[in-house]
């Protein structure tokens, strides 16, 4: 491995600015590192498509993020993961990470685990089979919520009306029994509160975001790509396929902290 290869960035993509919640925990474990990120909002939502849409729109993102000489791709969509995986890790030149198998294994130990996502990953069945296959006893019960995406890209986290969305979502989750109820969707975080408002404290929630990272950075060091600079800030740079000006004020919200430089491109190029 040279160094110029530990020097590369790290690209991240969601279909919007969602996957901000994952960039904010990479840039929190590997402050050293470069990333890129690309938000597609310029065709979010990802999860109410057909999975051939999905797939389509997955390999242009990469393309995107690969012309900026990445060394590892990052898929902080679990749509996107869901739909196209098998089919991104068997063709892409360069590692692959994702959110759905982190996200299912830190759901160990619970006996009954719920999951909330768009109408694309619970449809694809893929937390059914990664839950299976982290204990065969978990008993799965899957809930689409479509509106919880279009509320967080508004910035509706926690008002009446995310609440009232919230408590028509959740009811069957809460009368599922589940003790563990895994956010399957990388914008739901921000729903946190409105969630916790409809289903109590007590059951576990996953926001896959802090097991992503511990993910990527386990690769990156198995693979011998993790930049070791210490003391030097790793710089962010943010793209969209849609309004800049809009990216920056609400993905400042996601991220928490100020979102500069946006740059606007014509993803359908790639
Ligand atoms: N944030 C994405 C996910 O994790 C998808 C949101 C969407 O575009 O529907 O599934």
Same mark, same amino acid.
């Given at each position: ?35 890129? =990120? ?7 939502? =990802? ?19 690969? #012309?900026?000489?990445?060394?590892? $791709?990052?898929?902080? @969509? ?13 063709? @892409? ?22 999951? $909330? ?9 893929? =937390? ?11 008993? =799965?019960?899957?809930?689409? @919520? ?14 009446? $009306? ?11 989750? &809460? ?19 409105? !969630?916790? &408002? ?9 926001? #896959?975001?802090?097991?992503? &990272? ?21 710089? !962010? ?27 606007? $491109? ?5």
């Amino acid at each position: 491995m040279t160094m110029r290869d530990t020097e590369r960035p790290v690209g991240v993509f969601d279909s919007g600015l969602g996957g901000l919640t994952v960039l904010k925990e990479l840039h929190r474990l590997l402050p050293c590192e470069d990333l890129i =990120y690309f938000g597609d909002s310029g065709r979010t939502p =990802y999860g109410t498509k057909s999975k051939d849409t999905v797939i389509r729109y997955t390999f242009q993102d990469i393309n995107f993020l690969l #012309s900026h000489n990445v060394k590892m $791709i990052v898929i902080a @969509c679990n749509t996107a993961s869901a739909c196209s995986l098998p089919h991104v890790v068997k063709s @892409c030149r360069v590692p692959v990470a994702e959110v759905v198998g982190p996200g299912s294994r830190a759901a160990a130990g619970g006996t009954k685990v719920a999951v $909330i996502g768009t109408p694309a990953t619970i449809e694809s069945g893929v =937390y059914k089979e990664a839950l299976k296959s982290v204990s065969p006893d978990i008993q =799965y019960f899957g809930k689409a @919520c479509p509106l919880f995406v279009p509320l967080a890209e508004e910035g509706w986290w926690d008002n009446d $009306i995310s609440r009232a969305v919230a408590a028509e979502y959740l009811r069957p989750v &809460a009368e599922s029994g589940a003790d563990t109820l895994i956010l399957g969707c990388t914008h739901y975080p921000l729903l946190i509160p409105s !969630i916790r &408002a409809v289903l109590g404290e007590s059951i576990r929630l996953i926001n #896959s975001a802090s097991a992503v &990272a511990s993910e990527v950075r386990s690769r990156l060091e198995e693979t011998g790509l993790l930049r070791s600079r210490s003391g030097t800030e790793g710089k !962010i740079s943010f793209y969209t396929s849609d309004s800049p000006e809009k990216f920056a004020s609400l993905g400042g919200m996601f991220l928490g902290q100020a979102v500069k430089d946006v740059n606007k $491109i014509d993803i359908e190029a790639f």
